[in-house]
């Protein structure tokens, strides 16, 4: 006979964790964003192991463009990703300032934000000029240093009135716009900056437009525009309806709604690339006065869409679901899969508030779903992460016992500057560092990276830069995920 004690063992299934600590999740996330921090590192930089670096970027194209966040495991600084690591940092602060107050996280949630958009402000010059990258990938990639140590190419990238960049302007718009709302009571001279440039950006981006990666080729290899600019012209006008009060914006969101594919598209997706669903949610989430009778049509058909999303999240939409790994991670591919986690985390909880809020249910199909089956879901997706999954290993570096060691990352893969202070160069990174088997000398505390396979396995190799690479916009949503799970 088996010993019950161990047959209980074997039946126990391991999603049954105890409940994660939420609040030293959230802790750390924040940090995370230091370790990605380029330009001159403040005084009260808590991450010890990264120092300055690129310090003089744009000197050449005779501009200022110290700052700003590395996106991943290189050195570049990408214009696209950045600004939507920023709008979704200021979206979780909107919905959950107060939990993150509560937690002791409200300014570093703040500092997070501005050291974006003290960047985003730099790098608009002019109203129809913005620098949407700094150094490329094939240079950059040619070589293994950390950012204090770079001998590549910081060539600066930008879009103007002849050589449009819709996108990438839309998505800084929508960052500083959400930004303006998060800085507005406790620096409004900094909120009210905040939603000129974003004005100026929306209306650049709007006359001139076109995809900024024909512009900057630099881009395409990376992070090219693959859904086109209209997303991203809907969603910075909606930000900037919410930032501003202004009916213009709203009307714009409404008018273009069907022409920019905001009523049309359902996308089970939502990413640095493609904003419609969290579109779709926020046309969905306006307060009933704000529900125009003249455009009811349009309000509808957008929620339409916001449930389309919702509801295949759930698997309970009689069309297209996401596919799921066999425990249940929701699966989109499998290059940098949890990005999609995070995102559908984050929407799937903000609805839920909503949901509640409004005294409201989800009407999937034949099913109902009420907020709180909602959040239960948005949790378990969290719970996998943290390490509820086959691998026992948390996806959030730094967290619990077991997490990639190997990160592909240069700055967490070689030692810190502050310790070894040689030089090290292009190559040398690669021989000495990269191929290391070796776990990596620093932790980057706080990110999430790609993560697993349609199998749910994992492997923890530096090469395997499909999973072991983290990216800014992986974190960012859940930033404010945590802050609601930390609380309730
Ligand atoms: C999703 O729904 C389909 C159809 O109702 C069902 O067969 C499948 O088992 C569900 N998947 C999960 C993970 O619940
Ligand atoms: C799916 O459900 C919606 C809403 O209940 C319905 O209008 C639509 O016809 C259904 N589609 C299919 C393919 O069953």
Known sequence: MLNPFISFLLILPFTHSLSHDYHHALSITLLYFESQRSGRLPYNQRLPWRH????????????DLVGGYYDAGDNIKFGLPMAFTVTMLSWGVIEYGEQLAAAGEYTHALEAIKWGTDYFIKAHPHPNVFWAQVGDGVTDHYCWQRPEDMTTSR????IDENNPGSDVAGETAAAMAAAAI????TNPHYSHVLLHHA???FEF???HRGKYDESIEEAKGYYPSVSGYKDELLWAAMWLYKSSGREEYLKYVLENGKNFGGITWGINEFSWDVKYAGLQILVSMLSVEEQSKEHKSIMEAYRAKAEYYLCGCLNKSNSTNLKRTPEGLLYTRKWNNLQFVSTAAFLLTVYSDHLQASNQRLTCHQHEVGPQEMLTFAKSQVDYILGDNPMAMSYLVGFGPRYPQRVHHRGASIESIKTNGGFIGCTQGYDNWYARLDPNPNVLMGAVVG?????DEFHDERSNYMQTEACTYNTAPLVGVFAKLSQS
């Open 451 to 455: 993560g697993p396979n349609e199998k």
């Open 182 to 185: 998060v800085f507005s009571r």
């Open 199 to 201: 004005q100026e950006l």
């Open 155 to 158: 060539q600066a990238y930008k």
């Open 205 to 207: 981006g709007d006359k």
């Open 52 to 63: 300055h670096s690129a310090l003089s970027d744009g000197l050449h194209q005779g501009v």
